[in-house]
């Protein structure tokens, strides 16, 4: 599967009226229940554009937490000054209507570094589209995180469970047993594996963590885990599966002998296989 299409198919998995990028433009999925649009692309200034408070919380602690990478930096700079901006940056419009939550019009909802590029470039205005109509603060985050997660190509393991629990909150909230669900957010591993490329036993650990995290919280006395509770998580974990001397696996002697002694069953009673193999079991795991 190419980059562009598994990202179509990410979009379109999250069921939010999400956008599906091209090299030039944004198409809107069709959907019935949809209360917001974008707007035709038009120019901003860049300095009017506000930074999104969550872009904070998901992505400026991980990128201030390391070093990053000066060489992919200034090679990101150099391709917008060559070839521009392709994808127009999204932004809470002074049409868009919250609901239940507050937003400052002319807010950032994706395209914080494209911004930050645009700034060091001395660039003053970029190709925006404007949100417009009525949007949920669930559908903000899931277009918000779903850009970003497939634009940065996140590496680090506890920055992409983080995520990854935000983006689908009832899934990984979720115990192993199972249980209704009556909300829309809800998906199965399987379909997250699918659309990020994510095994499913891979996702089953990163609910491990997420249960390591959420009790770090609860511990620490807050509803919900951060960042650091996730990077402790991760460690946490970590040790514990050291910690843990690794059991030899139990040889099932009964078996193995029938097998290469099937006149056994002839010549010995119940009470003699019984007591013979009980005497060798004891001889094994001395």
Known sequence: MSAKTKKSAMFESLGQNILVSNKDSFSLQNQTNKNWELSPVRNANVSELLDHPDNIKFFDYWDKSKKEDELAWSRFVD??????IHDPLIVFGPR???????????????????????????????????????????????????????RRQIKDPAQVIYILVNLFPDTFQ????????????????????????????????????????????QGAKQSNPGPTEFKQALKNLANKRKATPKQKPKVDIKSQFLKKFPFLHSKLTKAEQTKLFQAIEKMVNV
């Open 174 to 217: 979720k115990d192993n047993r199972g249980g209704d669900l009556s909300s829309k957010d809800s998906k199965t591993l399987a379909e997250i594996s699918k659309t990020h490329g994510i095994s499913v036993p891979q996702l089953k650990r990163y609910k491990a963590v997420y249960r390591e995290a959420l009790r770090l919280a």
């Open 79 to 84: 391709r917008i000054k060559k070839g521009g």
């Open 96 to 150: 868009a209507n919250a609901v239940g939550f507050s937003l400052k019009p002319n807010t950032l909802i994706t395209g914080h570094r494209r911004k930050k590029a645009l700034k060091e470039l001395g660039i003053t205005e970029a190709p925006v589209r404007y949100i417009e109509g009525k949007i949920t603060l669930r559908e903000l985050e899931v277009l918000m995180l779903s850009d970003n997660f497939d």
